[in-house]
């Protein structure tokens, strides 16, 4: 990993988990290759940002308002925390996003930090260049922050073993791959870092 590198968890939410609301098939099998993931770039000294869906009550990503999913990842609710197993660094940098009740929400680059910092301000004070994915889903949060750090500049590059996607669609992840690849995202597995 080069020096200006960070690594991005992207929601890693009890609601994207098995028993969640909005439950990505086996999602919690990404928390250990993130955990690997984390204590390499902690090793390293290198950043760690985890960005979490963050929606209010009423929002028109939610189906009963006439959006795509059913209600998950509401503020402050146990399905919005993220995976008790999730082993994130103390001064991890949080990213909230979906709290735009017209907004999807999908791209971590819509979210904010506690201190109204945005993902790309943030970024670009920590002087990073390089970053690093990982997380839920591969096929929505993922694919959409993925593609907006490759046209803002960033190199990017996707853990593979350390994401799962919703699939609504069969194949809709592997789809998001090949898109984030053409795009030129880098794929590489967690043990090539
Ligand atoms: C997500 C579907 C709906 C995600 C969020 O985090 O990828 N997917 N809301």
């Known amino acids: 990993m080069e020096k200006k590198s ?9 609601d ?30 290198l950043p760690v940002l985890a ?13 009963n308002m006439g959006g795509s999913w059913p209600v998950h990842c509401l503020q402050g609710t146990e399905g919005a925390a993220f995976h008790p197993a999730l082993r994130l660094p103390g001064d991890t940098l949080v990213i909230s996003k979906g709290t735009d009740p017209e907004m999807d929400g999908y791209s971590a680059f819509e979210g904010v930090a506690d201190d109204g910092r945005s993902l790309k301000s ?22 959409f922050t993925a593609l907006e750090a490759q046209r803002s500049g960033l190199t990017v590059t996707v853990l593979t073993d ?18 984030m690849a053409s795009a030129g995202v880098r794929l590489i597995v967690v043990d090539e870092l």
């Open 6 to 14: 960070a690594l991005l968890v992207v929601d890693v939410q009890n």
């Open 16 to 45: 994207f988990c098995p028993g969640g609301a909005l439950q990505v098939p086996d999602g919690d099998r990404v928390v250990e290759p993130i955990n690997r993931a984390v204590q390499r770039f902690v090793a390293a000294g």
């Open 51 to 63: 960005s979490r869906d963050w929606h209010l009550p009423v929002s028109r990503h939610f189906r």
């Open 122 to 143: 943030l970024l670009e004070s920590l002087g990073v260049q390089y970053l690093f994915i990982a997380g839920l889903a591969t096929d929505y949060c993922v694919l």
């Open 162 to 179: 350390a994401v799962a996607g919703v699939d609504v669609l069969p194949g809709d992840s592997v789809r998001a791959l090949e898109e």
